[in-house]
Antibody, heavy 117, light 111 residues
């Protein structure tokens, strides 16, 4: 059974940094395209970043471009999101997801990031 | 510009049928979409893919009462015989080159 488990969330001050991790199991991670999606409190889902299966292609939503970086370690079956220059509006639950042909087909349970002084 | 539009809320009586819609922006009628369900205090769950030709394919374990359809730029999710556990937020999702895009979500209330 496919499983995705995020970790690394927490409370951080504005301007600070945080690195999220997503551990994958139950599928061939190295063959998989992956994305990060976030959900601010009481709001809808917002796609923020995508990485293809060999890491040669990455993309970002305008809201995080230049501040966030997605990466992967296939040996560790892990996906990462390095978040720098964090702002209050980055406060959200962050989900990792597996992507197949553009479709998001599985989700993690999420990790909460709170940006506050 | 590719945009997905959903009504913010819907309601259905227990055991009734309900249809949720997701509208693609003009000029994007050949796009396929995916429906996701998010029950209260949980992460989202993949429900099904709905193709522009009206075919659909559900995820593992999704009950038979869930089905999909398509007409023009509208993609629909139909829940027949709504159950209390179907009270949730429903999001449609599509994609472009190296991006994913979500609709604003529809909150379904079961009466």
């Amino acid at each position: 059974q496919e499983q995705l488990a995020e970790s690394g969330g927490g409370l951080v001050k504005p301007g600070g940094s945080l690195r999220l991790s997503c551990s994958a199991s139950g599928f061939i991670f190295s063959d998989s395209y992956m994305s990060w999606i976030r959900q601010a409190p009481g709001m809808g889902l917002e796609w923020i970043s995508y990485i293809n299966r060999d890491g040669s292609t990455v993309s970002y939503a305008d809201s995080v471009k230049g501040r966030f970086a997605i990466s992967r370690d296939d040996a560790e079956k892990s996906l990462y999101l390095q978040m720098n220059s964090l702002r209050a509006e980055d406060t959200a639950v962050y989900f990792c997801a597996r992507v197949m042909g553009g479709c998001i087909v599985s989700w993690g349970q999420g990790t909460l990031v709170t940006v506050s002084s | 510009q590719l945009v997905l539009t959903q009504l913010p809320s819907a309601s259905a009586s227990l055991g009734a049928s309900v249809n949720l819609t997701c509208s693609l922006s003009s000029g994007h009628r050949i796009y396929d979409i995916v429906w996701h369900q998010q029950q209260p205090e949980k992460g989202p769950r993949y429900l099904m893919r709905v193709n522009h030709d009206g075919s659909f394919s559900k995820g593992d374990g999704i009950p038979d009462r869930f089905s999909g359809s398509s007409s023009g730029t509208e993609r629909s999710l139909t829940i027949s015989s709504v159950q209390s556990e179907d009270e949730a937020d429903y999001y449609c999702q599509t994609w472009g080159t190296d991006i994913q895009l979500f609709g604003g979500g529809t909150k379904l209330t079961v009466l």
